[in-house]
Nanobody, 119 residues
Framework: QVQLVESGGGLVQAGGSLRLSCAFSGTIFSPNVMGWYRQAPGKQRELVASIMSGGSTNYADSVKGRFTISRDNAKNTVHLQMNSLKPEDTAVYYC?????????????WGQGTQVTVSS
C-alpha cells in the first residue's frame, strides 16, 4: 500500500523557518515528480514547489527565494525548507508524489500537515 508520511509542520512566528519532510513508500516505482501543495481556509489547493527525479525544480512565485525543495531519490523522500515565513503562508501543506505506472501517471497524497505563521 502506497504511503506518504509527512512531518515538520507547526507554529512559527513571522520571519521564522520550518522544514517539512515526506517519505514515500509502498511500491517498487519511484516518483517521477514529488512536490508540496498547500490549501488555506476558503482557498483552492495550490502548488508550492515540485522537483523532478532529475533535480529540476519549480516554485510558486509567492515562495521563490524563500522556500527550497530537495529530494533524496534513494530514500524516496522530499523536503521543503521554508525560510522568512509570512502569515500568508499559513495553510495545510500536502506532499504529492506522481508515479508513472502501467502507462499512466498516478498521483498520491499525504495526509497534510498544518503550518501556522503568526504575525
Amino acid at each position: 500500500q502506497v504511503q506518504l508520511v509527512e512531518s515538520g509542520g507547526g507554529l512559527v512566528q513571522a520571519g521564522g523557518s520550518l522544514r517539512l519532510s515526506c517519505a514515500f513508500s509502498g511500491t517498487i516505482f519511484s516518483p517521477n515528480v514529488m512536490g508540496w501543495y498547500r490549501q488555506a481556509p476558503g482557498k483552492q489547493r495550490e502548488l508550492v514547489a515540485s522537483i523532478m527525479s532529475g533535480g529540476s525544480t519549480n516554485y510558486a512565485d509567492s515562495v521563490k527565494g524563500r522556500f527550497t525543495i530537495s529530494r533524496d531519490n534513494a530514500k524516496n523522500t522530499v523536503h521543503l525548507q521554508m525560510n522568512s515565513l509570512k502569515p500568508e503562508d499559513t495553510a495545510v501543506y500536502y506532499c504529492n508524489a506522481r508515479v508513472w505506472v502501467t502507462g499512466a501517471y498516478r498521483d498520491y497524497w499525504g495526509q497534510g500537515t498544518q503550518v501556522t505563521v503568526s504575525s
